[in-house]
C-alpha cells in the first residue's frame, strides 16, 4: 500500500472545512468516500456518496473512517469501524466520557488499528510558537498558565452544538482544544476545579467555562472560553521566574481553510493577527510566530500507517484529555477538586 484510502463519515463543519480538505491535501491520503445526507459540492463530486454511514464502514474500498459527526456518535461509529478492520480518525472530542474512549483503545488494540483523534490545534502557529518559547526556558521557571478561547456570540447558533443532547456545550466544543495543548505544555494535572455555566438568555447548553488546572510544585494552569467576551484579551500567558510570555490574536488555518485556501499556498499557516512576545527585567521581546501547521496531522497518520511510526496525536494523549474534561464535569456538578482517572 503506498496511499491510504479514506472514507469521511460527516460533511458538516469539521468534516468540510477541516478534514476533506486536510485530506486532499495529504500525498498518500486518498479521500474515495463520504458518508453524509448532504449532496456534495462538486470539488467533491467524483468521490462515492454513502447516505448511511454503515455502509461506508463495510466498504471494501477504505483503509481508514474518520469520523467527523456529533460528539455522541462518536464512540458507536468508531467502534463500528475499528470491529470492520478498519484504522480510525476521530474529531476531537475522543467520546462523551473516558470509559468510552478505554473501550475503543482497547477494542483497537486486540484489532491491531491505528486510533487517534484530531486534536488540530497543537499545531495553531501561536501555540507553536509559545511551546517553543517556553521549551527555551525564555521565561525561566513557570508558576502560572492562562489559556483562553472567547467568542462574542450573543444569540445562540442552531445546531446540536446548542442543544442539550449528550455531548453538546462549549465545553465539549472548545475544552478539548484548551485541555490538549495544557497538557501538550504541562502534562495531565492532579486535579480540576471546575465551573461551569450558561450565561446567554434561553440557552440549554453551555457556553461558558473556568477551568483550574492543579499541578505538583505550586503549577497553576487556567483554561478559560465564553461566548460573551467583545474584547479579546490576551490568548496565552504564561508567567516565569524570569519574565511572562504573551500571546495575542487566533491563528488563522481555519477561517483560510473556510475561505478555500490549501497547505501549500503561498502564504498558508500565517496572519498578521498573531503577536507573541516576552516580558523581562530588560523590556519587550517580540518573539517570531511559527507558521500553522494543521497539514501535518493527516502527514504523521499516513507515516503511522504506511510505516509503522506512532502518530503525532496518540489515543492515550487523548483519552488523557477525556479524562480532565469528565474531571471538569463532574468538579462543576459537585463543587469540589476532582482528581481525573488515569
Not at 516576552?278 to 517580540?286: A, K, L, N, P, Q
Request: glycine residues 8%; hydrophobic residues 45%; contains cysteine.
Amino acid at each position: 500500500m503506498d496511499r491510504v484510502k479514506v472514507g469521511l463519515i460527516g460533511f458538516g463543519l469539521a468534516g468540510s472545512v477541516f478534514h476533506a480538505p486536510l485530506l486532499m491535501a495529504e500525498p498518500r491520503m486518498r479521500l474515495t468516500a463520504i458518508a453524509t445526507s448532504r449532496a456534495l459540492p462538486t470539488d467533491y463530486a467524483s468521490l462515492r456518496a454513502y447516505p448511511n454511514p454503515k455502509h461506508l464502514i463495510a466498504s471494501d474500498e477504505v483503509d481508514l473512517i474518520v469520523i467527523a459527526t456529533p460528539n455522541e456518535t462518536h464512540a458507536p461509529l468508531a467502534e463500528a469501524a475499528l470491529e470492520a478492520g478498519k484504522h480510525v480518525v476521530i474529531d476531537k472530542p475522543f467520546a462523551i466520557d473516558v470509559k468510552d474512549a478505554d473501550k475503543l483503545m482497547a477494542l483497537a488494540t486486540r484489532q491491531e488499528r491505528l486510533l487517534s483523534v484530531f486534536h488540530n490545534r497543537r499545531w495553531d502557529g501561536n501555540f507553536l510558537t509559545a511551546r517553543a518559547a517556553l521549551a527555551r526556558g525564555d521565561i525561566g521557571e513557570i508558576n502560572y498558565c492562562e489559556i483562553h478561547f472567547d467568542r462574542f456570540r450573543p444569540v445562540a447558533k442552531t445546531g446540536w452544538r446548542e442543544t442539550n443532547q449528550p455531548g453538546s456545550g462549549v465545553l465539549y466544543d472548545l475544552g478539548p482544544h484548551l485541555i490538549d495543548q495544557a497538557l501538550c505544555l504541562f502534562g495531565v494535572p492532579e486535579a480540576v476545579i471546575a465551573d461551569v455555566a450558561a450565561q446567554r438568555d434561553g440557552v440549554v447548553a453551555d457556553d461558558y467555562f473556568h477551568l483550574q488546572l492543579i499541578y505538583k510544585h505550586s503549577l497553576r494552569v487556567v483554561l478559560h472560553a465564553s461566548c460573551l467576551v467583545f474584547h479579546d484579551g490576551p490568548r496565552l500567558v504564561a508567567h516565569g521566574n524570569k519574565g511572562s510570555l504573551v500571546v495575542h490574536g487566533l491563528d488563522g488555518q481555519e477561517a483560510a481553510l473556510a475561505a478555500g485556501a490549501r497547505p501549500g499556498d503561498p502564504s498558508w499557516g500565517t496572519t498578521d493577527a498573531v503577536s507573541v512576545f516576552v516580558i523581562d527585567e530588560s523590556g519587550r521581546h517580540d518573539v517570531p510566530v511559527v507558521p500553522g501547521a494543521y497539514e501535518q496531522y493527516y502527514r504523521s497518520i499516513a507515516e503511522a500507517i504506511l510505516e509503522g511510526q506512532k502518530p503525532a496525536v496518540t489515543a492515550k494523549q487523548a483519552r488523557d484529555v477525556m479524562a480532565v474534561l469528565d474531571a471538569a464535569r463532574q468538579s462543576a456538578a459537585e463543587h469540589r477538586w476532582v482528581s481525573p482517572v488515569r
